[in-house]
């Protein structure tokens, strides 16, 4: 299959770039909504904001608009809880034409009212879809009087999928979470406590890590919104820090909070033992009058690897020199994963996210090794050329990359949504580690047309 045949689109070569040392240096072209009739792998503003929401679990997620919008999100993270599982529910109004026509705010507020009674969830999310923005339905009045009559907090997500990126979602559900924090008693908060940003326990994650803080001496005060409780968001602001991972979806919020509250924030990544470990230190070293919290963090990082260390020397004899390429959706995993593919011996020929800002793509040009091509909002006939190109011999991503890994014969790691194994942690570096072997070095291999049936 000869790829080079195969052009970019165009409108879309200032977000393609292969790093080359006598190449020129231009700046990736990022943060702009996608080209029409692309493809794009990216999801809508709607789409963003309900993978943000998704997980708080004690809560009725209602969408606002047509069946196929919440059958496109339905159950879309798989988002694991220690308790209710309301979130996993997915309710619609699902607007008909006569509802397009008069309007769909009685339908909503029958809805509302008929869910609360039935379920009594702690609160409600109602996310406004395309058709929403186009016919105007009022949903901050319905949301304010269902509140009303009901006492519980009914959040409007203002998310109509056209309005921007899925970047736009995240800001819309970070604002909806806002109008919870703050209204919460910050009782029996210690001065030694932090809120979990941006990790949504697909699989268990948010337990692995808030074990490993905890281990330390620190309070945590919530999660969001993996396994989240509304009760515990309402009362965050009394944390001392925020502790960010999958910052393109929760930075937005953790700036706010430090705008209205005081709390500072930072950032950090739960993938790879590097930065694993980093996320320890870095939070115990802004604890600097407790030193027992940093002694425990080196405890905990020597134990973890100490355990699994042999184990990844195995995986690390096996896949020395095979390569990797890496679509996702925020930047900031790209690195962590970049990284964690260095420790098993790969390298990595495509990089690539859905909602990396300038900043990340300079830091992803300085990281990543000759010849890697990096690419902002990409689509599945760009993903499959420069996959086949560069040879890789594993694609990263999430549901929507797996069938393009699979038809090209390339080895496939779930990174996003619906994977069931945890990828967090030092243990889910092990887990990482050895669904990257499995795949990459399966027999299967062996009778499937390899790398589009170039060997
Ligand atoms: S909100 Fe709009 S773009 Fe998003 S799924 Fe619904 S119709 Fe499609």
Known sequence: ????????????????????QDGPEVEIACDKTSLSGSVSQRACVFCGSRVVLYPVADAIHIVHGPIGCAAYTWDIRGAVSSGPELHRL??????QEMDVIYGGEKKLYRSLVELIDQYQPKAAFIYSTCIIGLIGDDIEAVCKKVAKEKGIPVMPVHSEGFKGTKKDGYKAACSALMKLIGTGS??????????????FNLAGEAWIIREYYEKMGIQVVATMTGDGRIDDIRRSHGATLN????????TTLARDMEEKYGIPYIRVSYFGFEDMSKSLYDVAALFPDRPEIMERAKEIVRDEIRKYYPEMQKFKAALTGKKAAIYVGGAFKTFSLIKALRTVGMSVVLAG????????YRRLKEMCDEGTVIVDDSNPVELSKFVLEKEADLLIGGVKERPIAFKLGVGFCDHNHERKIPLAGFVGMYNFAK????SVMSPVWQFAPRKGGLK
Do not use: P, W
């Open 435 to 438: 669904e990257v072997y499995e």
């Open 90 to 95: 997915s309710f619609s109004t699902d607007l």
């Open 243 to 250: 502790v960010v991972q999958c910052s393109g979806s929760m």
């Open 1 to 20: 299959m000869d790829t080079h045949n195969i052009a970019l689109l165009e409108g879309r070569e200032g977000q393609v770039y292969e790093k080359r």
């Open 186 to 199: 910050t009782e029996g908060i210690s001065n030694y406590s932090i809120n979990i940003l941006g990790e």
């Open 353 to 360: 996210s859905q909602t990396g800002n300038k900043d990340d």
